[in-house]
């Protein structure tokens, strides 16, 4: 990679190219929100990068993204899994800006290498170079029937070339200083274009022709957009405005001001009512058009927000920043659907039931609570416990409840009538868990007296005591099919043992401090388990190898769980966030 001087730091800055120096690779999806009350916008997935990404593009049917880095590499990824698919290797310097074509099956990107290059995007082959430009080439598109790409450079033009053959077949020349971002009207007709030097100018898209100078901000302006139906003209500039432009008359219509640093990129909603803006200030904003009203503000990422895109269905937003991370977002916010009030004090589980027809609630103020999910109302108070109620979970059949507690208990209730059926008693120190077993047969317990107890859900009566662990058990479950029970130890150690015996089988090792939750699989073959080491590791659930260790959270991690199919993990810290991980 080549060495970058002062100078071209000055335009990568100025394009948001934003070159730093990489750090290791990190699949990790997570979870980030800040909106109004009741509305919550959160993360599909996140990719950490060991590069950082300059640009992203959704795919036409929604499936792919595309992205470019400083690493002289575009990057093919699975929209659904954040799986990398493809690396796009040939630029020589970094790639600044990428684009697929409106039929999905080529890409363009841009480089400081002065080129442009056009890309298979099944075989991630190179087809062609678009080689004219006397500087760094910053931005590319493809025209809107795909037969034409619109390129901004450094070298003061922009450039329409033959998408087939690669052939140069405009200059666009009028700006007095670098041209950051080109694209081509919803019709292909005209070409709007912006620049280091404060303008926005309009082209017709076959002679290459100005047709109007748009001006109004005062600092450079680095990204524009059509709206979906060609009449207005939005763009996104260094003075901390983005702002909406008839596209015929070049009238300012709406000037969005609230970002508080300079405004990188800004797109609009393929319906045209929504526009989400970038900022060097790490935030990500979505605009009314018509009222020029924020509507929500996304917070997550640490760096500047390079580029931003709204998926082809408009459900979701991709962004790229400077923190090496690619975000996608839900674009509709997620409302909350009701509030679950009762509890005196602080609530520590919640679960539904197997039907998802209820909710069971665990709290400090020594109650749990069954609520109806759909109206909020509460249904049951189950009384009985001396001190906190740790946990409570649903039996298989959802007729039963048990309960662990600090009162040195756990207890099993009638899941409808909220009436007590068994008091389990034997362990000397706090319940922290209790599980059903997969048939509903038998319960796990989870003790500060290090042992694990497994009972018989009908009688209450102990049938085995799980010996081994040196300090707390934190959590127990069972495996798929009940045959064995994984627990998780403040001695820094997760076990398997035989369900039946009672005899350890494997003892997983790797944790560096306290571990506060174990799961298994759905299908059994692998547990996850969170620790105080702010790791999330997942273990071969029949060898008890490690197979991968899960960083990214900045505070020991509560808990992890997989998803009903187990491809993706889903963890809570106390770093107040919540990630969601593909589970490989």
């Given at each position: 990679?080549?060495?970058?001087?002062?100078?071209?730091?000055?335009?990568?800055?100025?394009?948001?190219?934003?070159?730093?120096?990489?750090?290791?690779?990190?699949?990790?999806?997570?979870?980030?929100?800040?909106?109004?009350?009741?509305?919550?916008?959160?993360?599909?997935?996140?990719?950490?990068?060991?590069?950082?990404?300059?640009?992203?593009?959704?795919?036409?049917?929604?499936?792919?993204?595309?992205?470019?880095?400083?690493?002289?590499?575009?990057?093919?990824?699975?929209?659904?899994?954040?799986?990398?698919?493809?690396?796009?290797?040939?630029?020589?310097?970094?790639?600044?800006?990428?684009?697929?074509?409106?039929?999905?099956?080529?890409?363009?990107?841009?480089?400081?290498?002065?080129?442009?290059?056009?890309?298979?995007?099944?075989?991630?082959?190179?087809?062609?170079?678009?080689?004219?430009?006397?500087?760094?080439?910053?931005?590319?598109?493809?025209?809107?029937?795909?037969?034409?790409?619109?390129?901004?450079?450094?070298?003061?033009?922009?450039?329409?070339?033959?998408?087939?053959?690669?052939?140069?077949?405009?200059?666009?020349?009028?700006?007095?200083?670098?041209?950051?971002?080109?694209?081509?009207?919803?019709?292909?007709?005209?070409?709007?274009?912006?620049?280091?030097?404060?303008?926005?100018?309009?082209?017709?898209?076959?002679?290459?022709?100005?047709?109007?100078?748009?001006?109004?901000?005062?600092?450079?302006?680095?990204?524009?957009?059509?709206?979906?139906?060609?009449?207005?003209?939005?763009?996104?500039?260094?003075?901390?405005?983005?702002?909406?432009?008839?596209?015929?008359?070049?009238?300012?219509?709406?000037?969005?001001?609230?970002?508080?640093?300079?405004?990188?990129?800004?797109?609009?909603?393929?319906?045209?009512?929504?526009?989400?803006?970038?900022?060097?200030?790490?935030?990500?904003?979505?605009?009314?058009?018509?009222?020029?009203?924020?509507?929500q503000k996304l917070t997550g990422h640490t760096e500047y927000v390079s580029s931003v895109a709204f998926s082809p269905d408009g459900k979701k937003i991709v962004t790229t920043s400077a923190d090496e991370t690619v975000r996608i977002w839900d674009a509709e916010p997620r409302k909350e659907l009701q509030i679950l009030a009762g509890h005196t004090?602080?609530?520590?589980?919640?679960?539904?039931?197997?039907?998802?027809?209820?909710?069971?609630?665990?709290?400090?103020?020594?109650?749990?609570?069954?609520?109806?999910?759909?109206?909020?109302?509460?249904?049951?108070?189950?009384?009985?416990?001396?001190?906190?109620?740790?946990?409570?979970?649903?039996?298989?059949?959802?007729?039963?409840?048990?309960?662990?507690?600090?009162?040195?208990?756990?207890?099993?209730?009638?899941?409808?009538?909220?009436?007590?059926?068994?008091?389990?008693?034997?362990?000397?120190?706090?319940?922290?868990?209790?599980?059903?077993?997969?048939?509903?047969?038998?319960?796990?317990?989870?003790?500060?007296?290090?042992?694990?107890?497994?009972?018989?859900?009908?009688?209450?009566?102990?049938?085995?005591?799980?010996?081994?662990?040196?300090?707390?058990?934190?959590?127990?479950?069972?495996?798929?099919?009940?045959?064995?029970?994984?627990?998780?130890?403040?001695?820094?150690?997760?076990?398997?043992?035989?369900?039946?015996?009672?005899?350890?089988?494997?003892?997983?090792?790797?944790?560096?401090?306290?571990?506060?939750?174990?799961?298994?699989?759905?299908?059994?073959?692998?547990?996850?388990?969170?620790?105080?080491?702010?790791?999330?590791?997942?273990?071969?659930?029949?060898?008890?190898?490690?197979?991968?260790?899960?960083?990214?959270?900045?505070?020991?991690?509560?808990?992890?769980?997989?998803?009903?199919?187990?491809?993706?993990?889903?963890?809570?810290?106390?770093?107040?966030?919540?990630?969601?991980?593909?589970?490989?």
């Amino acid at each position: 990679m080549k060495t970058t001087n002062f100078r071209t730091f000055s335009i990568i800055f100025c394009c948001l190219a934003l070159l730093l120096a990489s750090c290791g690779m990190l699949g990790q999806p997570s979870f980030a929100a800040d909106s109004d009350a009741g509305e919550q916008y959160h993360f599909a997935f996140q990719i950490r990068c060991s590069f950082v990404p300059t640009s992203a593009a959704f795919s036409p049917d929604g499936k792919k993204i595309v992205t470019g880095s400083n690493d002289e590499t575009a990057r093919i990824w699975d929209a659904v899994l954040g799986k990398e698919l493809q690396k796009l290797t040939g630029h020589t310097w970094a790639v600044i800006s990428v684009d697929f074509s409106p039929n999905g099956k080529k890409i363009v990107t841009a480089s400081l290498d002065k080129t442009a290059r056009i890309w298979d995007a099944d075989s991630g082959k190179t087809l062609q170079e678009l080689e004219g430009h006397a500087s760094y080439v910053v931005y590319a598109t493809f025209s809107p029937d795909g037969k034409k790409i619109v390129t901004a450079s450094d070298d003061k033009t922009a450039r329409i070339w033959d998408a087939d053959s690669g052939k140069e077949l405009q200059m666009l020349t009028g700006h007095t200083a670098t041209v950051s971002s080109a694209v081509f009207s919803p019709d292909g007709q005209k070409i709007v274009t912006t620049s280091q030097d404060k303008s926005v100018r309009i082209w017709d898209g076959v002679s290459g022709k100005e047709l109007q100078m748009l001006t109004g901000h005062t600092e450079y302006v680095s990204s524009v957009a059509f709206s979906p139906d060609g009449k207005k003209i939005v763009t996104a500039g260094a003075d901390k405005t983005a702002r909406i432009w008839d596209a015929v008359s070049g009238k300012e219509l709406q000037k969005l001001m609230g970002h508080t640093d300079r405004v990188s990129s800004a797109k609009f909603s393929p319906d045209g009512k929504k526009i989400v803006t970038g900022s060097n200030d790490d935030t990500v904003r979505i605009w009314d058009v018509d009222s020029g009203k924020v509507l929500q503000k996304l917070t997550g990422h640490t760096e500047y927000v390079s580029s931003v895109a709204f998926s082809p269905d408009g459900k979701k937003i991709v962004t790229t920043s400077a923190d090496e991370t690619v975000r996608i977002w839900d674009a509709e916010p997620r409302k909350e659907l009701q509030i679950l009030a009762g509890h005196t004090h602080s609530v520590y589980s919640a679960v539904f039931s197997p039907d998802g027809k209820r909710i069971v609630t665990a709290s400090r103020d020594r109650t749990a609570r069954i609520w109806d999910a759909d109206s909020g109302k509460e249904l049951q108070k189950l009384e009985g416990h001396t001190d906190w109620v740790s946990s409570a979970a649903f039996s298989p059949d959802g007729k039963k409840i048990v309960t662990a507690s600090h009162d040195k208990t756990a207890r099993i209730w009638d899941a409808d009538s909220g009436k007590a059926l068994q008091k389990l008693e034997g362990h000397t120190n706090w319940v922290s868990s209790a599980a059903f077993s997969p048939d509903g047969k038998t319960i796990v317990t989870a003790s500060a007296d290090n042992t694990a107890r497994i009972w018989d859900a009908d009688s209450g009566k102990t049938l085995q005591k799980l010996v081994g662990h040196r300090e707390y058990l934190i959590s127990a479950d069972f495996s798929a099919d009940g045959k064995k029970i994984v627990t998780a130890s403040w001695d820094k150690t997760v076990r398997v043992w035989d369900t039946t015996s009672g005899k350890e089988l494997q003892k997983l090792e790797g944790h560096t401090d306290r571990v506060s939750s174990v799961a298994f699989s759905p299908d059994g073959k692998r547990i996850v388990t969170t620790g105080d080491d702010e790791t999330t590791r997942i273990w071969a659930g029949d060898s008890g190898k490690e197979l991968q260790s899960l960083k990214g959270h900045t505070d020991w991690i509560k808990s992890a769980a997989f998803s009903p199919d187990g491809k993706k993990i889903v963890t809570a810290s106390i770093d107040n966030t919540v990630r969601i991980w593909i589970a490989e």
